[in-house]
């Protein structure tokens, strides 16, 4: 897989780039039958994120009134947000096929990924010196990225089912397919992270 992040020396901080970042490491070839079975594999993990998206968007509200009452994000829900993201994020690729290592039962709440899995997703909250005004108006702010966002799901759900043809016949990701693949999860990743209230820097219109 393409690396998503450019990093300093200075401990992997990470700069020109949105403050939620996924990498994912995908093997050259995969078995024929992975598109058929993964799926069904990761029935227990998609279970368990869906109840963790559930508990972050009640968390949000939480979130929200913290912020716009105290400016601040309380770091404890805001681990906890990070912890549903990743936890979707690893759910989601594997049953799609990204790579082949299942994923663990991990809830480390940490912004950083703790390792361990093809899939790497760290996020930077931003917990304090937050802008009241963009988070109380976030579900208005929110519209414009959420119609970018659903632009890019048409395009990269589509190139997910011609990849799943193709990996089943031949056992390879064609790589014009996955790039559109990732684009869809790069930009699902910083949507989550600034509907969460994660971060008010507003998604970028890019899939880079």
Known sequence: MIVEAIRNQDGG???NEYPATI???SPQRLDNWRPLVQWVLAIPHLIISNVLDNLARAVSLVSWFAIVFTGKLPEGLANLQCMAIRYSARAQTYAGFLHSTYPPFDFSMTPADPGGMPVRVNIRPQLEDRNRLTVGLRIIWLIPALLFAALIAIVGLVCWFLAFWAVLFTG??????RSWVMKL????????????????EFPPFTTD
């Open 13 to 15: 901080k990470t700069m």
């Open 23 to 25: 990498e994912v490491d």
């Open 172 to 177: 390879r990701w064609p790589e014009g397919l």
């Open 185 to 200: 999860q790069r930009v699902g990743l910083r949507v989550s992270a600034y509907a969460y209230l994660l971060t008010d």
